[in-house]
């Protein structure tokens, strides 16, 4: 079975400054996918970006990046430019590669953005 | 952009009624899931459905729970007879390539 943990319940951030929220995963698979998710007050779910455990090279989309280090099985997210929208709960999550495999995740960490 | 839809977004039961709660997937996906998600806490996987079937279930997921797709457009969850802790966000998700697209989730509340 699939564990994700993240040790960080809340964290804070100023406005326009840079933020890295923590996790940690175990698996034995070799083949998987790792995602930050972002669950606004509205209570939807967001996919924030996504990770193939195959690729080497770190995700990024406009502001957000991950650093994934498969041997150390860690998928840290970082907030670049931190704006006021950005407060949310983040939660990761992992999936194996197989068709019907589900979602994984962590409990999450309460991100607030101040100004 | 193609999405997964909810209904109802909000639903307040008396313990112990038949709640169900409806799913319209995206149209070409095949994989399809219901997350639960009590206040405060993580998001909980209850159930997987492919083909007309479920394929795999989680131990929340017991008799009280049903799933189905009676005419290949909504995918329903069913809670048979409603409890206090049943109170939850529920979330349908369907499977897209390499990812899950997650509806806007139903939110129960049962007194």
């Known amino acids: 079975a699939q564990t994700v943990t993240q040790s960080q319940p809340e964290m804070s951030v100023q406005e326009a400054e840079t933020v890295t929220l923590s996790c940690t995963y175990d698996t034995s698979e070799n083949n998987y996918y790792l995602f930050w998710y972002k669950q606004p007050p509205s209570r939807q779910m967001i996919l924030v970006i996504r990770?193939?455990?195959?690729?080497?090279q770190n995700a990024t989309e406009n502001r957000f990046s991950v650093n994934f280090q498969k041997a150390a099985k860690s998928f840290s997210l970082k907030i670049s430019d931190s704006q006021l929208g950005d407060t949310a709960m983040y939660f990761c999550a992992f999936m194996k590669h197989e068709g019907y495999s589900t979602l994984t995740f962590g409990k999450g960490t309460m991100l607030l953005v101040s100004p | 952009e193609p999405e997964v839809t909810q209904t109802p977004s909000h639903q307040v039961t008396q313990m112990g009624q038949e709640v169900i709660l409806r799913c319209v997937p995206i149209s070409n996906h095949l994989y399809f899931y219901w997350y639960r998600q009590i206040l405060g806490q993580k998001v909980e996987f209850l159930v997987s459905f492919y083909n007309n079937e479920i394929s795999e279930k989680s131990e929340i997921f017991d008799d009280q729970f049903s799933v189905e797709r009676p005419d290949g457009s909504n995918f329903t969850l069913k809670i048979r007879s409603t409890k206090l802790e049943d109170s939850a966000m529920y979330f349908c998700?369907?499977?897209?390539?390499?990812?899950?697209?997650f509806g806007e989730g139903s939110r129960l509340t049962v007194l």
């Open positions: 990770q193939e455990a195959y690729k080497q």
């Open positions: 998700a369907t499977r897209g390539v390499g990812e899950l697209f």
